[in-house]
């Protein structure tokens, strides 16, 4: 049977219709156009984009699909973690839904979803228990994968998230916005040994990650040292080319390094890696050789969509785990502390 799955957790309102693993439709309106001025989302212009777009969206999903509303078996929402103003659209709507059609609710953790993106459209099976690493705009974590329903939480940054990182120096270079793909594609054009940006590694067996020095590295590198900064210079291409590869270099060394050391503490059997960064061309190459299978999810399901929080509601339905119509929308990831 199929569920309904509902994504408003940031700036991206998706809805999708998921069977097993099967994706049979996964829309997703994107607001990176209102949101590209302010190189970063504005959360109050996120709430109303999330209103405007959340009935057209699960109507073209279900159209997409070629079923009805009558056809679906449960509603899943990612209810957390995310920008509060956000999550109450897509958590009132589920809710809605579910009540009317006296169908199951079902509320899952956005975070654990994108760990999920890794299963869907009949991917092979992923060896569990796994280490998992989610990287976006929002998060930089690292977990253990005993499997869906058993995740804890490993270390995650003390400052920035690493997409949060390349939007900054995407403007910091007078890129564009979302500045992840502009830099991702810039870089391979570039020489990733040209500048020497630090690897913020945070001692030797720490799994926390730090995005904010990176960056501050990189403004330096343009305007000059703090207190004595200049105007920017007007960087010729290959200058910005070397920049983003060096420092894309510096951002993909240092999961890898954090994968490594987790990898080497859990004896896990396989590799997880999820969210907006797991689209980058550099990590995906850097983690060929690694020491385990690793998993990306296919590239439509990288960034934020439905089908990944429709296809993990599915397991947590058939675990029992369904919600109550007073399920709440929660800025905080369920797995913050690692104690679930
Ligand atoms: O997962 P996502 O859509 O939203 C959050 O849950 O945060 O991730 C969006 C982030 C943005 O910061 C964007 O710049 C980054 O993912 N991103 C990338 C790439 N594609 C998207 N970062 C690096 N390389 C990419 N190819
Ligand atoms: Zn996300």
Redesign the pocket.
């Given at each position: 049977m199929p569920i309904l799955g509902i994504e408003s957790?940031?700036d991206?309102t998706g809805a999708a219709i998921v069977e097993g693993t099967a994706v049979r439709s996964n829309v997703v309106a994107s607001q990176v156009d209102l949101h590209a001025r302010y190189r970063g989302v504005v959360p109050e212009i996120a709430s109303r984009a999330h209103i405007e777009n959340i009935l057209p969206v699960i109507q073209e999903a279900l159209d997409t699909a070629r079923i009805t509303l009558a056809d679906i078996d449960a509603v899943a929402v990612a209810n957390r973690p995310g920008l509060i103003g956000s999550l109450l659209i897509g958590t009132t709507a589920a809710k809605t839904l579910a009540w009317a059609l006296r169908k199951p609710l079902v509320g899952v953790d956005?975070v654990a979803a994108?760990l999920y993106s890794v299963c869907l459209d009949n991917s092979p099976p992923v060896p569990l228990p796994a280490i998992g690493l989610v990287c976006?705009?929002?998060?930089t974590a690292l977990y253990h994968v005993r499997d869906f329903l058993d995740i804890q939480l490993l270390g995650s940054t003390i400052d920035d998230?690493?997409?949060?990182a390349?939007?900054k120096v995407?403007g910091i270079l007078g890129l564009g916005y979302?500045?992840?793909?502009i830099?991702?594609r810039l870089a391979h054009q570039g020489d990733s040994r040209a500048v020497a940006f630090p690897r913020s590694l945070l001692g030797r067996d720490s799994l926390d990650f730090s995005f904010s020095g990176l960056k501050t590295s990189v403004l330096y590198h343009v305007r000059g040292f703090a207190g004595r900064q200049r105007e920017a210079r007007v960087l010729g291409e290959s200058e910005i080319n070397d920049i983003a590869a060096s420092f894309q270099a510096a951002c993909v060394d240092v999961m890898v390094e954090k994968l490594r050391r987790a990898a080497r503490r859990c004896g896990a059997h396989s590799v997880i890696i999820g969210?907006?960064?797991s689209?980058?061309?550099?990590?995906r190459s850097a983690m060929e050789n690694f020491s385990l299978p690793v998993f990306f999810p296919p590239m439509q399901y990288?960034?934020?969509n439905a089908a990944m929080t429709a296809g993990l509601g599915q397991v947590l339905l058939a675990a029992g785990r369904v919600g109550e119509l007073d399920l709440d929308a929660i800025p905080q990831s369920q797995f913050l502390d690692g104690s679930n």
């Open positions: 957790t940031c991206e956005h994108h976006s705009g929002g998060h998230a690493v997409g949060e390349y939007d995407a979302p500045g992840g793909p830099l991702d969210g907006g960064v689209a980058n061309r550099g990590l990288c960034t934020d």
